[in-house]
């Protein structure tokens, strides 16, 4: 008999635990977005006010945070997005609270971004073979920290030019120049030609044996996605 009550109190017990939860859940979703906030250690953005005037997020992300606002509060949308958001960001954790919103029955949901101190990626941008040309390719190392991004590579590229060129590419890039509306990019290239037969006979290898290349660009964040960006090539 002892063991019979003992079941029914826990019975009993998870019943009421169950019924709680029902019942925030269901608060919750009586509630309406009214605005997404995204921040970071850098930057702040209000989907509402401003729609990403940093245009950090991507296109379709952007998209489908916006799509949040003037919904009804769904929590799995919002579990949803922060796994987005770390993914895009690469970020060491994404955080989301609601808050009260400025009129009755709609909350705010803010998201905040813990990026990682600094980030090394590596990237193959292009990968090909030909039976004439054999193999092109190029091997990018990126290594970020905050706004700056620094990237060594090599490249041996028979496939784009008459001439097949190989040799090495610098770059480096700040996408907050003093300012969030304010990008920076230089990029060093240095490659060697090769010319092959065909070419040579054509009378065009004997044009340049190496190549040099130094390119500065800066880029205006005019009113995201809008940026005009003014560079120059010295080769």
């Known amino acids: 008999m002892r ?3 003992l079941g029914c109190l826990l019975l009993l017990g998870s019943l009421l ?7 925030e859940f269901n608060v919750n979703t009586h509630y309406t977005v009214e605005t997404v906030v995204i921040s970071t250690e850098e930057w702040s953005t209000n989907l ?3 729609h990403d005037r940093h245009g950090k997020l991507s296109s379709t992300l952007r998209k489908d ?3 949040l606002i003037g919904e009804k509060l769904n929590p799995t949308m919002l579990e949803d997005v922060a796994h987005r958001l770390r993914k895009e960001f690469r970020a060491r954790t994404v955080e989301h609270h609601v808050q009260r919103g400025k009129t009755p029955d709609y909350v705010q949901v803010v998201y905040e971004i813990k990026l990682r101190p600094a980030r090394f990626d590596v990237s193959v941008p292009k990968f090909l073979y030909h039976s004439q040309q054999t193999w092109s390719g190029s091997l990018e190392a990126t290594a970020s920290l905050r706004h700056h991004g620094v990237t060594f590579g090599a490249v041996s590229d028979g496939d784009e030019l008459a001439e097949r060129y190989s040799g090495v590419v610098a770059r480096y890039e700040n996408n907050r120049l003093g300012s969030d509306r304010l990008q920076f990019r230089f990029q060093f290239e240095d490659y060697h030609q090769q010319w092959d037969q065909s070419a ?3 009378g065009l290898g004997g044009l340049y044996r190496g190549r040099r ?6 880029t205006f964040v005019l009113a995201a996605p809008l940026k005009l960006t003014v560079g120059a090539s010295f080769q």
């Open 213 to 218: 290349n130094i390119e500065p660009e800066v």
């Open 65 to 67: 945070v916006a799509a």
């Open 3 to 5: 063991f019979v009550w």
């Open 200 to 202: 040579e006979q054509a």
């Open 17 to 23: 635990s169950a019924g709680t939860q029902d019942s």
């Open 48 to 50: 509402a006010a401003d």
